[in-house]
């Protein structure tokens, strides 16, 4: 069976990586007897570059169509402190990247944390916080609405209504790219639907099931509205539908001091669209390295998907063959399972492993703790991921 992906090669050290990263993935399905055909689909300030802008329509148009795309980050100081500084809407992070999740439906954004024994050193956590059955922490991200989507740049189609177009702009409503110092009030309308949060839990909680998890449900219902209702709804739905699914709730503060003690998170973990950005990472550090995190996007609906290490795109490494390529590499396992490729998925998480283990590291993921058996590039790392399928 073929199968075409489009591909966002990206910025800084994105390309470099996701050579590496498409290699092994378009090897690892033909165990599966699935060929990917990466078709590429260029955004980011490479694309601007090429074709005067971050957000190509037909590049859009396309990776919407083709409805997979594995997506190597974009962004990067030096264009963002240039161009970006005369062109702020041509920044790419907010065009490319939220252009596409509110395009495409992705609500819901897989984080799963996987810890290393063989990253031990970097791990923020103290070893005897890890059990011997190691780590089961898995983010679901809500990916949709929240703070992130409730700027002018993206709440037209929300606010229709004249009336309420004036009381934004009174409360400082505006797209991001207009903000200046003479403004008095700037907001980002943060807010949920109900109908979107519903189908976000139900779809968390069966994921909880499925993998015979407890679910744990992060808010701020101690003082805000939009979190008071979400934890109301995921009762709601917890004790109408999935009563066998243990659910608890974790204030947002709490849970970011739990990031310590994993075990008090272990489970699948809900949580809203700018929480789960600043606990994901955090959680990723404290179990290794951020250059580890894989993440994939999904639509419950369509099962449009897209699937983008969240880790940046490490500008400072950029044309060094420094980056660690292994965040985009495991994001491409979750990819493969995804089109149902899972032999392949597996055969690619397992390989990581064992690159681990046998002391192969990229510069970030030494540090003074250790003696790494090789201190490889980014291609030469994807090489050994690539022979040990
Ligand atoms: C992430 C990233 C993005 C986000 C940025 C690049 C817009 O940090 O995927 O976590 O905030 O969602
Ligand atoms: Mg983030």
Known sequence: MKKTIALVTGDGSGPEMMVVACAIAIEAAK???????????????????????????????????????????????????????????????????????????????????????????????????????????????????????????????????????NVAQLWGIKPKSDVSLNDDIVSDLAYYRKETIEKYFRAAFSYARAKGLPLISIDKANVMARYDYWRKIATRIGKEEFSDVPLTHQLVDSANALLFTPEKLHGVIACGNEHGDILSDGAAAALGSMGMMCSSAINPDTGAAMFESGAGTAPTLAGQNKANPLGRILTAAMMLRHIGAEKGASAIENAVRTVLINGYRTIDLVSGREQPEALLGTEEMGYEVLSCL
């Open 31 to 165: 165990k599966d007897d699935i060929e990917i055909i990466f078709e590429e689909t260029p955004m980011g300030w490479n694309a601007y570059h090429q074709f005067g802008d971050t957000l190509p329509k037909e590049s859009l148009e396309r990776a919407i169509e083709i409805g997979t795309i594995f997506f190597g980050g974009v962004g990067d100081f030096k264009n963002d402190s240039t161009i970006g500084k005369e062109k702020p809407e041509m920044k790419p992070e907010a065009r490319a990247l939220l252009t596409l999740r509110k395009r495409m439906g992705l609500l819901l954004n897989f984080r799963p944390m996987i810890y290393y024994k063989a990253l031990a050193h970097l791990a923020n956590v103290k070893p005897e916080m890890i059990s011997d059955k190691g780590i089961q922490q898995i983010w679901i991200r809500f990916l949709l609405q929240d703070s992130y989507f409730g700027n002018a740049n993206f709440l037209e189609h929300s606010l229709p209504n004249t009336n309420s177009w």
